[in-house]
């Protein structure tokens, strides 16, 4: 029987997950530091989704496209694989949203009207939520990027179809893609009077597409052949995405910087990539969705007992209190990790393993072995 194989572990770019979760983070809670005056790189923390999104197309092309290519992919497989990586924790951290603000209530605190959406809850729960399919954003919700993620995981054999007929063009591929999401970002900033990069519970389905498109393209690149000074030019993608961001450039550039920021580490060997591919910062990166996922939940929890143990006005934190709090959310997410993700990810997949095993075990007429990519 032919052996399963696997793709190379890209450990580089799994750490740069970390990096993404964080910058979100960072925005997210910039709004309770006190005295603090606006950042442009801080403003624009919201682009860590897109680093996200672009990172999602390039390692699922990574894991799949060949195996989609050429006709051994199985759909299903794929999804129970995607479902296993988002959905429990999605469910945890809403429950966990639903509970602090039934706790708030109760305590006489006042809480927004919209984050116990029950009209919002199905679609919420069948991750759809980000298709202009909830009336308002209810719950935790970061999520509605897992729910654009899902619209992209279910399209994935459209993008697998065109992508794989590109592999001889990276470039060509890549030039294309970045001409769609640059035209599509002007056009609907033309119409919707607002950036796509902007755009959450009405219009993620349709935020996640250039990106994931960009990193399958970009994965093209990277299949042909990895960039031959991978360090440089990391180190410039890098420096020219910060400089895009803190200028307040217009976004698609500094989106475009990060999938050359991703190409550029994914063409690190892990021998060569130093502490990128170190145990602790491929940790960071492993543990990075629980860190996007209870990024509010921790702060709805921490930041207003930090304002009533401190007595802070309007929640404004002072410096020490609030990175104390910013320090602790990996800690928060780790435990998510253990005690949530990890575990239900790897029963889902047993689950799906045993029945595969079970299948297997009956003779079938015309059976072969076949290889299989997993993520």
């Known amino acids: 029987m032919t052996p399963v194989q696997t793709p190379a572990d890209l450990r580089p770019i799994t750490a740069l997950r970390f990096g993404a979760a964080i910058w979100v983070a960072v925005y997210t809670y910039w709004e309770n530091l006190a005295g603090a005056g606006s950042s442009g790189l801080v403003d624009k923390g919201y682009l860590g989704v897109e680093l996200f999104f672009v990172l999602s197309g390039f390692i699922l092309s990574h894991v799949y496209l060949q195996s989609a290519g050429e006709k ?39 809480v927004d009207g919209n984050v116990l959406s029950w ?7 069948l991750m759809v939520h980000a298709w202009g399919l909830a009336p308002v954003a209810g719950w935790n919700h970061p999520s509605w990027s897992i729910s654009a993620e899902w619209f992209a995981y279910l399209c994935f054999p459209l993008f697998a179809f065109v992508f794989w007929r590109a592999r001889e063009k990276p470039v060509a591929a890549v030039v294309g893609t970045a001409a769609f999401l640059t035209v599509l970002y002007y056009g609907f900033e033309r119409v919707a009077g607002f950036s796509l990069t902007e755009a959450t519970i009405r219009w993620g389905a349709l935020r996640i597409v250039p990106c994931f498109a960009l990193g399958c393209a970009l994965y093209l690149v990277y299949r042909k052949a990895p960039l031959k000074a991978p360090w440089t030019a990391s180190a410039v993608s890098f420096g020219l995405m910060v400089l895009s961001a803190a200028l307040g450039l217009w976004d698609g550039i500094t989106v475009l910087l990060a999938g050359a920021l991703i190409l550029s580490l994914a063409s690190l060997p892990n021998e060569r990539a130093g502490w990128l591919a170190s145990r602790p910062a491929v940790y960071l990166g492993e543990i990075s969705y629980s860190v996007y996922m209870v990024c509010v939940p921790w702060k709805l929890l921490a930041v207003n007992l930090a304002a009533k143990l401190t007595d802070a006005p309007d929640k404004q934190l002072q410096l020490f209190v609030w990175l104390a709090i910013l320090a602790l959310l990996p800690v928060v997410a780790a435990l998510s990790y253990h005690l949530v993700e990890h575990p239900a990810r790897k029963a889902l997949r047993g689950m799906a393993q045993g029945r595969k095993t079970a299948s297997s075990d009956k003779p079938q007429d015309g059976d072969t072995p076949k290889r299989v990519f997993q993520s």
């Open 72 to 110: 051994r992919f199985s759909y299903r497989g794929f999804l129970w694989a995607r479902v296993a990586r988002v959905y429990p924790l999605h469910v945890a951290t809403l429950v966990g949203v639903g509970l602090l603000a039934a706790v708030a209530l109760v305590a006489g605190m006042s």
């Open 119 to 125: 009209v919002s809850l199905p679609a919420n729960l």
